[in-house]
């Protein structure tokens, strides 16, 4: 397992990838950070990668709802890092009812990226903190037809399907604001909506040593009856210091699932 040592030149350096800098020698490829950030950091054109922070049994919250300091020190970094490598980070309405969020940079030096909300239904007052921040801009996923309120955010309204906003759509909507790179950092529906329609590069799950016990579970997808159905995606495995993290390439993963499916019913030891 490879270990995250970030220091500043090579945050700068990834940060510089971000703006279109391109690695000058073969030996940066090498350091752990730069394997891990910088498919972010240089992606170009559209590219998804989404992120969950969960105790060591999967869970991301009680079920009163405390989710705060699930994810270590170094896991919370990390966060900071993918947000700042991005261009819009993308919650559910859930997360907002739940968590309050800022969705901003402050645990390392980097852009806030710009804030958006799958709100499908209208259910946001308005008074929720992240309008009122004097953070980065907000953009407001809505239905055509949700109520009309009047927010401080830019409201998208977009036609529904038979659940709920497209994925397809929300990305292509943001597309046309410019913003290509995506955090989608949960809750665990609006995760799932999108390994649903297989938009995801890149899973990251990044695991901290707490057991919860019982609450939500990061990613909730419908059930399924037999292993040979779960997603299998090649990982890379990187230790963040207070956690550990499991990159996982969903795209490669949808790709090459048969024949990976048939490689693990062969190894069975059962
Ligand atoms: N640890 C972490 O990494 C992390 C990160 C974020 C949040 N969380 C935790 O996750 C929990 C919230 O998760 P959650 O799953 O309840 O909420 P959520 O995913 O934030 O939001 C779910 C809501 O958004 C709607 N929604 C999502 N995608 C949609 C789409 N494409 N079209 C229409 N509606 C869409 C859902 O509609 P439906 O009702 O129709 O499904 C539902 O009403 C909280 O406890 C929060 O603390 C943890």
């Not at 709802?65 to 919650?91: K, N, T």
């Not at 790179?181 to 995760?191: D, H, P, Q, S």
């Not at 419908?222 to 993290?245: K, Q, T, W, Y």
Request: net charge negative.
């Amino acid at each position: 397992m490879r270990k995250i040592e970030m220091n500043d030149q090579v945050w700068t350096r990834l940060l510089g990838m971000r703006s279109g800098m391109t690695l000058s020698n073969k030996s940066e490829e090498a350091d752990p950070a730069i394997a891990l950030y910088g498919p972010i950091a240089a992606a170009s054109g559209r590219f998804v990668l989404a992120q969950v922070g969960q105790s060591l049994d999967g869970r991301v919250a009680t079920p009163t709802g405390d989710a705060r300091d699930i994810s270590g020190p170094d896991g919370i970094a990390h966060l900071h890092r993918c947000r700042a490598l991005v261009e819009a980070v993308i919650v559910g309405v859930g997360t907002v009812h739940c968590d309050d969020p800022q969705l901003s940079v402050r645990a390392v030096k980097g852009p806030n990226p710009v804030r958006v909300v799958v709100d499908c239904r209208a259910e946001l007052t308005g008074e929720e903190r992240l309008f009122h921040d004097g953070g980065a801009p907000v953009i407001l996923l809505q239905s055509i037809n949700a109520p009309q309120r009047s927010y401080k955010a830019d409201v998208i309204r977009l036609r529904t399907g038979d659940s709920g906003l497209e994925p397809q759509d929300i990305l292509e909507a943001l597309e046309k604001r410019g913003l290509q790179k995506v955090l989608v950092e949960g809750g665990a529906r609006t995760i799932a909506r999108f390994m649903q329609t297989g938009l995801i590069d890149h899973l990251h799950v990044s695991i901290a040593p707490l057991i919860i016990g019982s609450g939500p579970s990061g990613i909730s997808l419908p059930p399924i009856d037999a292993l040979s159905e779960a997603h299998r995606p090649a990982a890379r495995v990187f230790s963040l210091g207070s956690d550990i993290l499991f990159d996982c390439q969903l795209k490669l993963a949808a790709r090459s699932s048969a024949g990976e499916r048939e490689q693990i019913l062969m190894a069975d030891p059962a």
